[in-house]
């Protein structure tokens, strides 16, 4: 498989026109926002290697997960542009998979943040 050095640049060109329309929406600024705020809380309580590697990966997931929200919405807005119970139930149900995801992430992070804010203390 050859790799052709203009359609991988075109590729991360997309990739980032994607990351700055999701940004660009509400929930998922938002949670760039906690996301940043969870980094710089992990620099002053000096959190070990693993729990790196967690928030990484737990931050990595949330925002991916709210980006495929983003797709999903934006599709269904296109397929039925009217009011649809159907279509609502779908969007619910993928706005509970990015709740239950954020539930997830503050759980690990109190696991990892509130023993040593109580060492702080």
């Known amino acids: ?6 359609r991988l640049i075109w590729s991360i060109f997309n990739a980032f026109e994607g990351i700055k329309y999701g940004i660009s929406q509400q929930n998922f600024f938002l ?14 309580l000096k959190i070990s290697y693993f729990e790196w590697l ?3 990966v737990i931050i990595g ?5 709210e ?20 279509i609502k139930e779908i969007k619910d149900i993928i706005a509970g998979s ?11 992070g109190a ?10 203390i």
Do not use: H, Q
Request: proline share 4%.
């Open 1 to 6: 498989m050859k790799i052709y050095l203009r």
């Open 31 to 44: 949670m760039t926002l906690l996301a940043i705020g969870s980094i710089g809380f992990g620099f002053w």
């Open 54 to 56: 967690l928030l990484i």
């Open 61 to 65: 997931f949330i925002l991916s997960l």
């Open 67 to 86: 980006m495929l929200n983003t797709v999903m919405e934006t599709t269904l807005d296109f397929i039925e542009p009217n009011r649809s119970p159907k």
């Open 98 to 108: 990015v709740f239950i995801a954020c539930l997830t992430a503050l759980v690990f």
């Open 111 to 120: 696991i990892i943040f509130l023993p040593k804010i109580f060492a702080l």
